[in-house]
C-alpha cells in the first residue's frame, strides 16, 4: 500500500464515528475483567473502606444491572433525538453538518463513554454470584463501576450543551472554514517557484487510463514525479482531486510510450479513489461547503442574508490568508526537467467558485452585495499581486453590476457604489 493511501486510510478510519467509541468499549471490556481478577489481591489504606461498594451479591447485581440499562437507554434515547435535530438544521445548513456531527472527537467520546459504560457492566455482572454458586461479590468492579456511572452523568450534560452549540450556523462556517484553511495551508507549504526549461521537442505519448470509477481524492504527486525521474519519462495528467473519473476513460499520457504498462500501474498506485470527495488537495470543495451554506441561506425558503454575510467573511480571511504564498501550479520538476503536469486550482478558479454563485443568488439582497464588494476592497488592500487583484476587481465590477441590476433603492444604490470605491485603484 502507497504512502498517500496508507495516509488517506487512516485518516478515514479516524474520522469513522465508530473508531473512539469501539476502542473505548474494548477498553472497558478489559478494565472490567482486570478488576475482577484483581478482588481479593487490593488492599485499601483505612479510611477509604466507606467510599468502596461493600454490599452483597443482591445489590451488585441490582447496582449493574441499573447501571448498564440506564447507560444504554441514555445512549440510545440522547442519540436519537440528536439526530433528529441536526437532521431539521441540516435542511437549512445542507448535509456537511451531519458529517461533522458524526466526524467531531468530543460526539465520538460522549456516545464511547456512555457505551463503555454499559458494556463494563455487563462484564462485571457476569462474576456476581450467589452462596449456592460459590459466593463472589467483585466489590472493586461494582465500586469503579459507581464511579463511571457518575461521570456518565456529567457526559451527558456536556453533550447536550455540546450539540447545542454545533448546530448554531456560526459554528458549523467556522469548522468549514478551518477545513479551507487547513487545506490552503497544506497547498501552499514548500511550493517551489518554477525553473526555466527549454521547449519540448518533438515527442510520442500514450494514453492512461483510469484505474477505476469514482471521486479522485487525494492524487500522490511527488511520487507520480519520482518515478518519471527515474525512468526518464514525462506524465502529463487531464484529472486533478475533485473531479469525477470513470472506469476506462483517458485521464493523461505517457512520454516515451514504451513506458505506458509502467506508468498505469504507478497510476493506479498514486490514485486514491471513493464515493466522496475530499478536503485534503481538492481546494474547491471546502469552498463549495461554504458557499452551500451561504446559498440555503439565501434561498427563499429561509431568507437569512446574515449568515450569508458571515460566509463572506470566511471566504474573505481565506483570500487574505493567501497573500504572498503561492499556490500549487500542477507542474513537478525534479533535476531541472518538468516530470509532471496536471491541472490545479489557481487563484482566479478559488475565487470564481468563492463568489460567482454568491453574487447570482444575493443579486437582489442589498445588504449581501454591499458586504460582498466590502469583502474584496478588503482583500485587495492585503494582497500584492497585480494579477491577484485583477481578479478580485473583476468580481468587484461583476458584484456592483449585479447589485445595481437587483435594486432599486436609491440609498443601497448609492451603498453599492460607495464600496466599489473602496477598492484599490477606484
Known sequence: MGTVRLRQWWADLLAAFWVRPAAMVAAAIVLAQLLVLAEGWVWLPDGLDDWFYAGGAAG?????????????????????????????????????????????????????????????SLVALRSVHDADEGAFVPQLAVSVGLLMGFACIGVLIWFLHHVASSISVDRVVALVQQDLRAALDHACRDTPAEPAQAPPGPHFDAPLTSPGSGYLRVLDDS????WAAAHDAELHLETRPGDFVFPGSVIGSVTPAPLREDAQAQI????????????EQDLEYAVRQLVEIALRALSPGINDPFTAIGVLDQLGAAL???????????????????????????YEGLADAMFHMLRQAG??????????LEVLAA??????????????????????????RGTRDEAARNAILARRALFPGG
Open 363 to 372: 443579486a437582489t439582497q442589498p445588504a449581501v452585495m454591499i458586504r460582498l
Open 379 to 404: 482583500t485587495a488592500r492585503v494582497e500584492q499581486d497585480l494579477h491577484r487583484r485583477a481578479t478580485l476587481a473583476r468580481h468587484a465590477d461583476l458584484a456592483r453590476d449585479a447589485a445595481l
Open 223 to 226: 511520487a507520480l514525479a519520482d
Open 268 to 279: 493506479a498506485e498514486a490514485m486514491v479513489l471513493g464515493q466522496v470527495r475530499s478536503v
Open 60 to 120: 451488585a447485581r441490582d447496582v449493574l444491572g441499573v447501571l448498564a440499562a440506564a447507560t444504554i437507554g441514555v445512549a440510545g434515547t440522547t442519540f436519537s433525538i440528536t439526530v433528529a435535530a441536526l437532521t431539521l438544521a441540516s435542511n437549512q445548513m445542507g448535509p456537511r453538518l451531519l458529517r461533522n456531527f458524526t466526524r467531531d472527537p468530543g460526539n465520538q467520546y460522549a456516545l464511547g463513554a456512555l457505551v463503555a459504560t454499559f458494556a463494563y
Open 320 to 346: 487574505t490568508g493567501l497573500a504572498g504564498r503561492r499556490l500549487p501550479s500542477g507542474r513537478i520538476w525534479r533535476d531541472g526537467r518538468l516530470r509532471l503536469v496536471r491541472p490545479a486550482t489557481n
